[in-house]
């Protein structure tokens, strides 16, 4: 079978696997010389080496892909022009100098900052004379500059004989053949560099799955790991300007104004003699102008329309950057997304954070999701913050019918995340879950009937209708639908499983889905396009709260500190968040992440106004959030202006700062160097 098989394509999957044991030597040498096996447990070790050699067969497949494209081109024509043996020999002795250099830094990196080797190590470039006398001294430079010298020329002749070894067929192909074995080299390779069967590509949050910090670090591959990071490198923080506008935040947040401290720390002198349950449910695509309670005139959300009415509704509430990996990431965090680049949450420089969702001590912490956790590497948001946390994903549940691309239906979702938490009553002890929903977006797959919830069909609604409440189509009109009755069917197995009365459920829109035109509002978040930011917060708790509306500013960050002090839990908040039930909580406002005029913007809600700003050309408008026709008032109102552009400056600049600055691992927060 081996012979039938072209010397060519042997030659790629040669050296292909060569640079794969070459890859795997070096996770070898770093297992033995940093991999404490204290606390590890085999099946651990197995799924690290096993997702490592993942990572190792995906880069050596990258490293040699260009090489194999050629090789693929020119098939037997290859071994016979001298040009390509030239070609393999120096391709070959830098693809292995290359990543013996990424690896042998990596291991000094790694030795130096117990963190693998990834963009921010770019930092020490900024001061290269000092950090080249600090490598110097403190590493055998010149015996590895001879190593890499040495192993340059074993590489060269080993792409020489590389290519000799593969050179001596004669055989030859039809053109049909030709193609065949192209096109499913391609696909081989491809699938190689995907690495997964599931829906998303073999990414480096898996590698984030163990509650020992060392073993996520051996499981990654220092050079996909860097270059993961490496389109991130410049969303650093200015630390000029943050300093300028530290007093500004530390006023509006009452931090220390002498020093720079995030840090509050909230104590209650008396707790509940029984630990409240908080439970956290991300409503997928939610805005207030879906929800009947906020003038939506169909009455699409009759559930969620009651439920507000019995608990604690802000009106006023915004979430900063309008897609649900933002929303994620800052609701867990407490930091905004400001990434221009795709999303705070894929990357991995700022995704290690104190958070408060970590300080629920002798609770059971979970996340429940329908679908994989691997979308947007929202696993290794979770995973890196949470220790002991819980993942319950698709795959994990007892009982699974799979809707569509997102996994599971929200109906599915809820009634597997009540038996988990039912378990965890009858068992007495505590627990905080984070939920996140996702039927209703598109595709809005919604089923014929479920229990009491049957969708609108066609000739039940006139089209007219649908558009005036802002849903663009009637499948938009039962996701909503269908979500509302979830909610409330969620509810009800919390009280038939017995957990309901002492638990605190938190409400929260992820964002507003697109909408059509709403001319129902009352206010100017549509024309300012804002209303995609405009979402609800219901924190339903009958035991532990009174109902009642408040109107005030509020941002999505404030969620954990709010509902951890409800149930009066001891904790450090070193974050932006503020906790809205606090009396003290005064001068509030929403700080939002938005396009604006062709380019990416920040924006605040405060008094009324709205104010924001384009990050690169830097161009202003300030906007009242109630009066017609929407027009720039800044110029008529240059104290507001002045005092809205030093607070929004201040939290944006604050942001990137903690983004580096509030890690759980000192070691790793350099940036005041």
């Known amino acids: 079978m081996l012979k039938k098989i072209p010397n060519y394509l042997k030659f790629i999957f040669t050296n292909i696997f060569s640079l794969f044991i070459f890859s795997v030597l070096f996770r070898i040498i770093f297992y033995v010389l940093f991999v404490k096996l204290e606390d590890i447990t085999t099946q651990e070790i197995q799924k690290a080496l096993f997702l490592g050699i993942r990572f190792d067969l995906k880069l050596a497949i990258i490293a040699f892909f260009p090489l194999a494209i050629v090789v693929l081109i020119t098939n037997y024509r290859f071994f016979e022009r001298l040009v390509y043996k030239k070609i393999t020999t120096i391709y070959l002795s830098l693809a292995y100098v290359i990543l013996a250099l990424f690896y042998i830094i990596d291991l000094g990196y790694y030795e130096y900052l117990t963190i693998r080797l990834d963009a921010s190590s770019l930092r020490f470039l900024s001061n290269f004379k000092i950090s080249a006398q600090v490598l110097v001294e403190s590493y055998p430079v010149y015996k590895g500059v001879l190593a890499l010298a040495f ?27 030709k193609a065949v074995y192209f096109i499913s080299t391609i696909l081989l390779l491809s699938y190689g560099i995907y690495s997964s069967i599931s829906y998303y590509p073999l990414r480096w949050s898996e590698a984030f799955f163990s509650k020992n910090n060392t073993v996520n670090q051996f499981t990654l591959n220092p050079v996909l790991y860097f270059f993961d990071s490496f389109k991130f490198r410049s969303e650093g923080v200015d630390i000029e300007k943050f300093k300028a506008y530290y007093p500004v935040i530390a006023k509006h947040l009452n931090l220390p104004k002498d020093t720079i401290n995030f840090a509050k720390k909230v104590t209650f002198k008396e707790h509940y003699s029984e630990k409240p349950n908080v439970v956290y449910v991300m409503l997928e695509s939610t805005g207030n102008a879906a929800l009947g309670y906020y003038g939506n005139p169909l009455n699409s959300t009759p559930n969620l329309d009651s439920i507000i009415k019995k ?19 800052a609701s867990i965090t407490g930091l905004p997304d400001i990434e221009d680049v795709k999303t705070a949450s894929r990357n991995p420089m700022i995704i290690d954070q104190r958070i408060i969702f970590d300080q629920y001590n002798g609770y059971e912490k979970l996340y429940l999701i329908g679908g994989s956790a691997n979308w947007a590497n929202i696993r290794g948001v979770f995973q890196s913050n949470i220790k002991d946390l819980i993942i319950y994903e698709e795959g994990g549940f007892e009982e699974e019918n799979r809707a569509d691309v997102w996994g599971i239906d929200d109906y599915d979702l809820f009634k597997e995340s009540d038996k988990k938490l039912k378990q965890l009553h009858q068992k007495g002890k505590p627990f905080v879950a984070y939920i996140q929903t996702a039927t209703n977006h598109m595709p809005y797959t919604v089923p014929d009937k479920k229990e009491t919830f049957t969708p609108i069909l066609e000739n039940e609604i ?102 951890t002090s409800l149930a009066k839990l001891n904790y450090t908040n070193y974050t932006l968040g503020r906790d809205l039930l606090d009396t003290t909580t005064v001068n509030t406002a929403a700080f939002v992440y938005t396009q604006s005029q062709g380019e990416n913007a920040v924006g605040l809600l405060k008094d009324g106004f709205y104010y924001e700003k384009t990050n690169r050309s830097k161009k202003a408008n300030l906007y009242s959030l109630q009066a017609k026709p929407v027009k720039d008032i800044k110029l008529e109102n240059p104290a507001i202006t002045q005092s809205m552009d030093s607070l929004l400056s201040a939290y944006y600049h604050s942001t990137k700062y903690l983004y580096l600055n509030n890690k759980k691992h000192p070691k790793s927060n350099l940036i005041h160097k």
């Open 151 to 177: 192993l340059s020329f074993i590489s060269y002749k080993y792409g020489a004989f590389m290519y000799k070894a593969f050179s001596n067929s004669k055989e030859k192909a039809t053109k049909k053949l």
């Open 311 to 329: 608990s604690i509704s802000f009106s006023k509430f915004y979430v900063h950057k309008p897609g649900t990996a933002g929303s994620v990431f």
């Open 462 to 563: 006139a089209e007219k209708s649908i558009f005036n409440a802002g849903f663009k189509s009637l499948e938009q009109l039962n996701g909503m639908r269908y979500l509302d009755f979830n909610v409330a069917r969620f509810l009800e197995r919390a009280k038939e499983s017995g957990y309901y009365d002492n638990t605190i459920f938190v409400f929260f829109g992820d964002h507003q889905a697109g909408m059509k035109k709403l001319d129902f509002l009352k206010n100017n978040d549509d024309e300012l396009g804002i209303q995609l930011h405009h979402v609800p917060l219901i924190i339903h708790a009958p035991k532990y709260a009174k109902p009642q509306e408040i109107n005030t500013y509020a941002k999505l960050i404030d969620i954990f500190p709010t509902a």
